[in-house]
């Protein structure tokens, strides 16, 4: 299915790949828009509990009072406790999360990806089948069986999300390996006796970032999305709040307070919309093959 | 001959597949902290070191490990999942009861997705800049970043509450008397919802995967000729170009079997859907051990099966692929 073609070099341009990249990515409005999302998150996520403070876990007012009334933006939950706070303080968990369990992800795919394009033959078969093996198991319920069995901490949420989610990166880094130890600047460097780790690291991996840094931001996405259903089950620390569990405890009682369920939701489909367009513009601006369409 | 070889050693290797993914389950389940006899000395209210060591003597929890796990593997294999102290009854019979309500509802949902996929894929590959490629780039969007769980609660609050138009919850209604017909516009009715609510995630993979296929294909040459020899540009679309446009959609389709039960999940939670996914969550939380193998085992034999079936589809659909193999 992948078509890859050899890339053809272009013609010489003034300007270092990573500026033409962004040059690319700023041109691109709905890339800048999920941006400025995403760091509005983060803000909210880092400087709000210190803006607008309070427990998440207090009951401060009235349970249900509808937002804007009575002072609290977003209203109370059906403990009476602020939504605001509650949501500013899931933004952390879900923002934790995402970039963790992704960092994990993407540890695990290249260092599987790069050994298996790399070294080919048996290496290459024994890891692609323990890939394959990780994409038989179930994602969410395996990971569910995790937390459950193994205690719902947000290190052991981060690792059950990692542990299933590695295998599309590793089959990405390896096709780029194994396209990339044919070219011509490998072979020279393994002329000159450059060592194969330093080959592995500093010669085929830069070359072989860009597909992987896309995946890479929709994997934290993804994982924001699997933190949310494993919380939202219940399946979460409980001595945090996240957006997930909002949704889940609250769900009872839409029938009084639909907003409860709706917000929180609202603010899980933002963030990861936004990380969609981002990864979409990283997409169009480190893929030059593509720029033309 | 080469096919039958092909699937022959595809079936192995899915055995061995299989094998594998049991050891893992079981040893994971080993590894965790507690066993069943703890589990039902607490629903029990406690119990005495004699009575536990009874119950782990029954389970053959006081063998060694390697033992406990051939043996386990040995029943699976014999088609035995085990029993469940929890629902006091057979795994397997467990797993089929809640087999049919998870298979209406993941194969609903997957067969609206790809026709509707397919035709708004279609539709808006014929004409890119038309009002359907908007839709279809929204659905995408929406599709990817908005979890299934609130879509659900979303389409429960606006369906359920307010209009009114279908039960909130369940699969059937205990005031609709009598089988036939009424049973099964009864169940239809409730079925509505999750399978909308599964069918956005879906929904959105395929079709803006069907769009993207198209255009390639109608740029290929082959439906130039097919144009240049005078074919209407329906016939060429339908009869020629949708062929292989379809191809990839199907490899995708065949990948979400692993996430069947796993989607499924979320959505029966929503609705609290009598499937499987309801059992894995009960089952989880019970800590009842041989149920969540049970299910763990089942959804990997999914998967499995799922691949060789996509693989002999794409087989019969596309004939370039296998002959490579």
């Not at chain 2, 929890?86 to 790809?114: C, D, K, M, W």
Request: hydrophobic share 55%; proline share 5%; charged share 10%.
């Amino acid at each position: 299915m992948n078509t890859q073609k050899t890339p053809t070099p272009s013609t010489a341009q003034a300007q270092s790949p990573m500026g033409e990249a962004w040059r690319m990515f700023r041109r691109d409005h709905a890339a800048m828009a999920g941006l400025l999302v995403l760091m509005l998150v983060l803000i909210a996520g880092l400087a709000g509990p210190y803006v607008y403070s309070g427990d998440p876990f207090e009951m401060v007012w009235a349970p249900f009072t509808t937002p804007g009334t009575d002072g609290f933006v977003l209203g109370t939950d059906y403990l009476g406790r602020d939504l605001l706070v509650m949501l500013i303080h899931g933004a952390r968990v879900s923002i934790a999360i995402g970039l963790s369990a992704a960092f994990l992800t993407v540890v695990i795919g290249i260092t599987v990806g790069a050994l298996a394009g790399f070294y080919r033959g048996w290496v290459e078969e024994l890891l692609m089948r323990l890939t394959e093996f990780f994409q038989v198991l179930p994602t969410l319920l395996f990971s569910m069986v995790i937390v459950a069995l193994f205690g719902a901490s947000l290190p052991m949420i981060t690792l059950a999300i990692g542990i299933v989610s590695w295998p599309p990166v590793a089959r990405i880094t390896r096709a780029e390996f194994m396209r990339i130890r044919e070219l011509e600047y490998v072979t020279a460097a393994r002329a000159c006796g450059v060592s194969n780790v330093k080959i592995i690291l500093q010669v085929i991996l830069p070359n072989a970032l860009p597909p992987i840094i896309v995946q890479a931001a929709l994997m934290v996405g993804s994982a924001i999305l699997f933190e949310a259903g494993l919380s939202f089950l219940g399946l979460t620390d409980p001595n945090v709040v996240s957006w997930g569990q909002i949704i889940g405890s609250n769900r009872q009682y839409i029938l009084d307070s639909s907003y409860t369920v709706t917000i929180p939701g609202l603010a899980i489909f933002v963030t990861v919309l936004a990380i969609s367009l981002v990864g979409d513009g990283l997409n169009d601006a480190l893929n030059p093959k593509l720029r033309k369409r | 001959m080469t096919f039958l070889r092909a699937t022959f050693f595809r079936s192995l290797y899915a055995i061995l597949l299989l094998i594998a993914v049991l050891v893992l389950n079981f040893s994971m389940m080993h590894m965790a902290p507690g066993d069943v006899a703890d589990t039902i000395a607490q629903s029990m209210g406690g119990a005495d070191p004699e009575i536990m060591a009874q119950i782990r003597a029954d389970y053959g929890l006081d063998q060694p490990f390697l033992i406990q796990l051939a043996t386990y593997v040995g029943k699976v294999l014999n088609f035995d999942l085990g029993f469940s102290f929890f629902y006091n009854q057979p795994v397997v019979s467990l797993i089929l009861e809640r087999l049919p309500a998870t298979l209406l509802l993941v194969l609903g949902a997957q067969l609206l997705a790809l026709t509707l996929g397919v035709v708004l894929g279609v539709i808006s590959a014929r004409n890119p800049n038309g009002m359907t490629s908007h839709l279809v780039t929204g659905l995408a969007l929406f599709g990817y970043a908005a979890p299934v769980f609130w879509t659900g609660i979303l389409c429960l609050i606006a369906f359920s509450l307010h209009l009114g138009w279908f039960p909130t919850s369940g699969m059937r209604d205990v005031t609709v008397a009598g089988g036939g017909w009424a049973k099964l516009l009864d169940i239809a009715h409730h079925a509505v919802l999750p399978i909308i609510t599964l069918c956005s995630v879906y929904l959105a993979l395929y079709s803006r995967l069907c769009r993207t296929a198209m255009l390639e294909v109608l740029g290929s040459d082959y439906v130039r000729t097919a144009k240049a020899k005078g074919l209407s540009a329906r016939q060429v679309v339908y009869k020629h170009a949708l062929k292989n446009a379809v191809s990839p959609v199907i490899t995708l389709a065949g990948l979400q079997f692993s996430a069947v039960i796993s989607g499924a999940v979320l959505v029966e939670a929503v609705y609290s859907w009598p499937g499987l996914g309801t059992l894995a969550f009960q089952s989880i939380i019970a800590r009842d051990t041989p149920t969540i193998l049970g299910i763990l085992f089942f959804s990997a034999l999914v998967v499995i099966v799922g691949n060789l079936l996509t693989d002999i589809a794409l087989r019969l659909v596309d004939p370039r692929v296998g002959g490579k193999q």
